[in-house]
């Protein structure tokens, strides 16, 4: 069984950092491209980030309101996706969602948004 | 960026009709490799999303055959032919094919 398990959430003041982490099973981490995906209280859905599989260079993409300030990174050997959250504004505050993005291996494609952890709530109030 | 606008935002559905939500892309969403990487997603209060439809008409394994997607280019649309009362939620499109990704503001669809 597929699992994403997001952690490290938590209540943070405003310029602070954080780091949260998503953890994965039931399928071949190291070949995924993943991605953040962020929903502020009672909002929609926010794409935060991307980072490829080490095998495809490993390089990340950010959103505009986070860019040079988020920095995620992949520990193929834990299974682990990190997200390193700096200089945190209060319009930071969401649920962060880790989830599978789309990507081409030598078995074909794999369409994203397949896989979704439960989330990490990220509060930033001071 | 590429902006997605769903309509309606609102959608109050009879048990057993059909349901239709539109969403416009403000470019092209045909990826310069031929494919278009647009996708809906489902979300159910309390949970986190969930893939119905990926590169417009894909319906992704285990998802009921009553949802459809069609569209092309700028305009598509998400279709449930008799709606179920589990598919209370929101709907949100999304596309992938370039950075950022984006998403619609959602629809949510609830039972009359």
Redesign the interface.
Known sequence: EVQLVESGGGLVKPGGSLRVSCTASGFTFSKAWM?W?RQAPGK????VG?IKSKSDGGTT????PVKGRFITSRDDSKNTLYLQMNSLKTEDTAIY?C?T??YYDSSGYH????Y????TLVTVSS | DIVMTQTPLSSPVTLGQPASISCRSSQSLVHRDGNTYFSWLQQRPGHPPRLLIYKISNRFSGVPDRFSGSGAGTDFTLQISRVEAEDVGVYYCMQSTQFPWTFGQGTKVEIK
Not at chain 1, 44 to 47: A, C, F, R, T, V
Request: overall charge negative; cysteine-free.
């Open positions: 991605s995906v929609g859905l926010e794409w991307r993409d950010y959103a505009a969602y989830t993005d789309d369409p994203g948004w397949v979704w952890g439960q989330g």
